[in-house]
T-cell receptor
Framework: KAGVTQTPRYLIKTRGQQVTLSCSPI?????VSWYQQTPGQGLQFLFE???????NKGNFPGRFSGRQFSNSRSEMNVSTLELGDSALYLC????????????FGPGTRLLVL | SQQGEEDPQALSIQEGENATMNCSYK?????LQWYRQNSGRGLVHLIL?????REKHSGRLRVTLDTSKKSSSLLITASRAADTASYFC???????????FGKGTRLSVIA
């Protein structure tokens, strides 16, 4: 089975712009979770989608949003980018039982200038 | 906070030595998981230990869980340079997030 894929792998944006990141889960996985990783804050949970519905949400401002499509692919969007949004954004998929093993993609490294 | 805490934050050993990392958490858990992350890449799941298990092995990895002390340890035996990575413990936080990760232990294995 192919693993979790994320596109793009690298991205450079300027403050105020918006960005959309994409994640394709492992075939058959219905849950997709997004995490932000920074040196200062570590791995922080953004949100989780299951069967096109947001099931959980972390403590991030409304500028961060996401969605999941019927084929389980997911996108996350960050509007009005700030310098502090520079991070590695990781997507993980699983079958859908909460607390089970997560399978991570390689991440999208976002740099905001 | 529910977040687990790994200890030490950084560990440097010689190839062939054993490496032990510890994780402490704050509330009851159903399971605890360990992940590895090579520099700037995605996380790879290593092992999951359930709350009713005390020890689990996978190849050169041994994980123990002490629910009375709310702690877990990851032992890597006969370490190799390829084991150089950051290691994270993670536990489900019921009601909010699928997994909550600690800050990780950065392991350096010197050849």
């Amino acid at each position: 089975k192919a693993g979790v894929t994320q596109t793009p792998r690298y991205l450079i944006k300027t403050r105020g712009q918006q960005v959309t990141l994409s994640c394709s889960p492992i075939s058959g996985h219905r849950s997709v979770s997004w995490y932000q990783q920074t040196p200062g804050q570590g791995l922080q949970f953004l949100f989780e989608y299951f069967s096109e519905t947001q099931r959980n949400k972390g403590n991030f401002p409304g500028r961060f949003s996401g969605r999941q499509f019927s084929n389980s692919r997911s996108e996350m969007n960050v509007s009005t980018l700030e310098l502090g949004d520079s991070a590695l954004y990781l997507c993980a998929s699983s079958l859908g039982l909460q607390g089970e093993t997560q399978y991570f993609g390689p991440g999208t490294r976002l740099l905001v200038l | 906070s529910q977040q687990g805490e790994e200890d030490p934050q950084a560990l440097s050993i010689q190839e062939g030595e054993n490496a032990t990392m510890n994780c402490s958490y704050k509330t009851s858990i159903n399971n605890l998981q360990w992940y590895r992350q090579n520099s700037g890449r995605g996380l790879v799941h290593l092992i999951l230990i359930r709350s009713n298990e005390r020890e689990k092995h996978s190849g050169r990895l041994r994980v123990t869980l002490d629910t009375s002390k709310k702690s877990s340890s990851l032992l890597i035996t006969a370490s190799r340079a390829a084991d150089t990575a950051s290691y994270f413990c993670a536990e489900p936080f019921s009601g909010n997030t699928p997994l909550v990760f600690g800050k990780g232990t950065r392991l350096s294995v010197i050849a």
